[in-house]
């Protein structure tokens, strides 16, 4: 099973919105609305911040919003904060032989 | 609050086995699924294995021969063991509630990391 694809970096200023896309296959992403995101920052663990392609856990900022068309999900932040600057992994659930699949991974740069 | 701890040496030679355990504190340890998850050094993360509330396992079949996950409700922990390991291991090492809760897919919260090392 193939890590689902995601662009290496994006970046934004302060304020905009940028959105992060997860490609997959009907296989995963396309064939389940079961897609989470998690936020990492260097050296700490990964953190839920979307699961079941668009829910956000409680405590979590109302500025990251997901959704999904297709094979592809996307994770949008809105108004950008230097505190958002982190790594974003997608991950899905698959019919293959490994059950979950992450994504490359994504770093958010904060300008 | 919800966390979990984990701890397990970070010293590891070829051909040995690593082993590693998670106790869970702040809620009811039944009725989940519990994680492992690995993210070699300035890579991505890799799903290992999970175990049911019920005992029922499933592994990242690259790994299949290799791990086992166990589980000990009594003392509300889960463990990994990964066996024969090589540099290609090398990885920090996260436990993880999850992924099922009833029907939703989320890994959350997760432990705060263990670096395994495997050299000579």
């Known amino acids: 099973q193939s890590a689902l694809t995601q662009p290496a970096s994006v970046s934004g200023s302060p304020g905009q919105s940028i959105t992060i896309s997860c490609t997959g296959t009907?296989?995963?992403?396309?064939?389940?609305?079961?897609v989470s995101w998690y936020q990492q920052h260097p050296g700490k663990a990964p953190k839920l911040i979307i699961y079941?392609?668009?829910y956000r856990p409680s405590g979590v900022s109302n500025r990251f919003s997901g959704s999904k068309s297709g094979n592809t999900a996307s994770l949008t932040i809105s108004g950008l904060q230097a505190e958002d600057e982190a790594d974003y992994y997608c991950?899905?659930?698959?019919?293959?032989?490994?059950?979950?699949?992450f994504g490359t991974g994504t770093k958010v740069t904060v300008l | 609050q919800v966390q979990l701890q984990q701890w397990g040496a970070g010293l590891l030679k070829p051909s040995e086995t690593l082993s590693l355990t998670c106790s869970f504190y702040?809620?009811?340890?039944?009725?989940?699924?519990w994680s492992w998850i690995r993210q070699p050094p300035g890579k991505g993360l890799e799903w290992i294995a999970e175990?049911?509330?019920?005992?029922?396992?499933n592994y990242n079949p690259s790994l299949k021969s290799r791990v086992t996950i166990s589980l000990d409700t009594s003392k509300n922990q889960f463990s990994l063991r990964l066996s024969s390991v090589t540099a290609a291991d090398t990885a920090v090492y996260y436990c993880?509630?999850?992924?099922?809760?009833?029907?939703?897919?989320?890994?959350?919260?997760w432990g705060q990391g263990t670096l395994v090392t495997v050299s000579s």
């Open positions: 175990i049911s509330h019920s005992g029922g396992t």
């Open positions: 993880a509630r999850g992924p099922w809760f009833g029907e939703s897919l989320k890994l959350d919260p």
């Open positions: 702040g809620e009811s340890f039944s009725n989940y699924y």
């Open positions: 991950n899905s659930y698959t019919s293959s032989s490994t059950p979950y699949v």
């Open positions: 009907t296989s995963d992403v396309g064939g389940y609305n079961y």
């Open positions: 079941d392609v668009s």
